[in-house]
């Protein structure tokens, strides 16, 4: 469900390379799952979800957000009930970042379009030391529910 960016993949082959020649082998290795967007019912803001999960030694941070569909993505993070923007957020070695419902999430603004239910949205995803990840983010009905929870 993701594919790097070739920026992305080149940094990824080094890391390879100097992994081979004795460089700490416990970067973080990062996968994707679990990812849609409701069908947005405002014409100019939506929100995603997604889980990123960790299998390397390190913690890595998600620093932003993009896509063509929108002015801006932002990242947030659910506080005491409240929707806060944040910078960035932690995804921890051997771990998982979960953006879901009611709680972190991220919200697409000033929408190019409105993209309708069975489309695919690309997302780019920031990070601090894996660089670029790119998804492909169905859009679901409004009222749709994963089954497992992310």
């Not at 997604?50 to 932002?74: C, K, P, Q, R």
């Not at 239910?117 to 995803?125: A, F, R, S």
């Amino acid at each position: 469900m993701r594919r790097f960016t070739a920026c992305a993949t080149a940094v990824l082959a080094g890391s390879l390379v100097l992994a081979g020649c004795g460089s700490d082998a416990s970067a973080a290795e990062l996968s994707v799952s679990g990812a849609y967007m409701p069908q947005p019912v405002s014409d100019s803001m939506a929100a995603g979800f997604l889980t990123i999960t960790n299998e390397g030694g390190t913690t890595d941070e998600l620093t932003a957000v993009s896509s063509d569909i929108a002015g801006s993505v932002t990242v947030h993070e659910t506080v005491d009930g409240a929707m806060e923007e944040a910078d960035s957020l932690d995804v921890p070695a051997h771990g998982r970042l979960v953006l879901s419902s009611g709680g972190n999430h991220l919200m697409f603004e000033k929408l190019t379009r409105k993209p309708s239910q069975g489309e695919k949205v690309t997302v780019e995803l920031h990070f601090a030391e894996s660089g670029t990840v790119e998804v492909e983010m169905p859009v679901e009905a409004s009222t749709y529910t994963p089954k497992t929870g992310n």
